[in-house]
């Protein structure tokens, strides 16, 4: 039966049964997710969503770096279709609602519009991108990145995990290498319903966070080579120790940051001993660095002033330091037009709300370079997210999927 499109909502608990169903898939102990991109459990919430979109009849195709693609037609065929979701993937210790909220909640916008006979104008798109978090394999965010020509899929599809799997080896083995080529389905649009990830929105109230830009990002990987000695027997200045010198490099990264700051972060988040044992003087050790601002400029500035840093270090404690850019993501602006939009939607349903930075990477930053994108954000609770205590509130959810929802209606037209 056809429904007025003005005063439709999604259904709620509909939407928060899902991401619980969901979650199961790579449950934790701690009550988060480890759901690494195109392992075993990917492979099974990737089953869940096509079942789940079929079930929606929406036509389902993967591509091929595995990013899957729902589409609900609408009434002129010839517009591409407005594009919506986020990613399944989580980090090793993520949550229940990173890229989740946004994916679920593109699939209860589609199952809201078939429920209440609504037809749109504009094909609307439901999309799960491959490989959001970069956790299991660089740079995050890499099959939209692939999508918006940053990449090649030749490129993405050898990058390798720490265990040597390629992407395409790892696609191969869950079934899920799509045979639509990468960049081929043009959006008209895409919208990116995301948890906040920091903790803005909850410390003024606000319900909805309208997305304006997002930061940029620049990501390293670090080696140094040291010397393995004898920890009894070697005096302290004849060391090269690996794990010493880095020291001084996560250091410097927290002060360059804070010096650069308030917008401006710095994280040192993986680094691995080659061979550790409690009586030997670490020889070379890995490490990653990622650093973000919304300026450009700022984004550039603590870089040269972290090559300068380890061009001190790596001498004065005679190590190698190797420090390569692996991934740069300039600052996004997201389509003003689009943004405005979501604003308007936001206000029409009532809900309070502010324009916000995104300090996290999204693939609607990577859309936003071929096609009008934005984001819209709930908060989380205490702005925790990349650990499994992440939590939101089912209200809050249910407010991001309604802006969602209304944002897409108003883009895609409703079908007279
Ligand atoms: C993605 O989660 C990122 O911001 O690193
Ligand atoms: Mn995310
Ligand atoms: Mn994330």
């Given amino acids: 039966m056809t429904q007025s ?87 090793p210790t993520g949550g229940k609602f990173d890229g989740i909220l946004g994916t679920l909640a593109a699939l209860e916008v589609v199952r809201t519009l078939n429920d209440a006979g609504i037809e749109t104008e504009t094909p609307i798109c439901i999309v799960n991108w491959t490989n959001e978090e970069g956790s299991r394999f660089a740079p995050a965010t890499m099959a939209s990145a692939a999508y918006a020509g940053d990449y090649t899929t030749d490129d993405i599809l050898g990058r390798k995990d720490l265990a040597g799997v390629s992407v395409g080896e790892a696609l191969d083995s869950i079934g899920y290498r799509g045979d639509e080529a990468v960049g081929a389905r043009k959006f008209g649009a895409f919208v990116e319903l995301h948890i906040e990830q920091g903790p803005l929105l909850e410390a003024e109230n606000k319900t909805i966070g309208v997305v304006d830009r997002g930061q940029g990002i620049i990501w390293y990987d670090g080696k140094i080579t040291g010397f393995e000695s004898h920890a009894g027997t070697t005096p302290m200045p004849l060391r090269r120790d690996a794990l010493a010198t880095l020291a001084e490099v996560v250091l410097a990264v927290e002060r360059i940051a804070r010096e650069h700051g308030p917008n401006a972060v710095g994280t040192v988040g993986e680094a691995v001993i080659a061979a550790p044992s409690r009586n030997v003087i670490p020889g070379e050790i890995a490490f990653t660095v990622d650093i973000r601002s919304p300026d450009a400029e700022t984004l550039e500035a603590i870089d040269r002033d972290l090559r300068s840093a380890i061009a001190e270090i790596g001498p004065r404690r005679r190590a190698e330091i190797a420090f390569d850019a692996i991934w740069r993501k300039p600052p996004t602006v997201f389509d003003p037009k689009l943004v405005d939009a979501v604003e308007n939607a936001t206000r029409a349903l009532g809900y309070s709300h502010r324009r916000i930075t995104s300090g996290a990477g999204h693939d609607a930053c990577n859309l936003a370079n071929v096609v009008p994108s934005a984001m819209i954000f709930v908060p989380c609770k205490d702005g925790v997210s990349h650990n499994e205590l992440e939590d939101a509130t089912q209200a809050d959810c249910t407010a991001g999927a309604n802006a969602l929802m209304h944002t897409v209606l108003a883009i895609a037209g409703v079908a007279s």
Wanted: proline share 5%; hydrophobic share 35%.
């Fill in 5 to 91: 499109a003005t005063n439709l909502q999604i259904d709620s608990a509909r939407l928060w049964d899902t991401i619980h169903e969901t979650a199961k898939f790579g449950a934790t102990p701690k009550g988060g997710v480890r759901r690494l991109t195109l392992g075993p459990e990917d492979k099974q919430v990737r089953d869940w969503f096509r079942n789940a979109c079929e079930a929606a009849g929406l036509e389902v195709r993967v591509d091929a770096l595995g990013s899957m693609f729902g589409l609900r037609k609408g009434r002129d065929m010839s517009k591409p279709p407005i594009g919506l979701g986020s990613h399944l993937d989580t980090q």
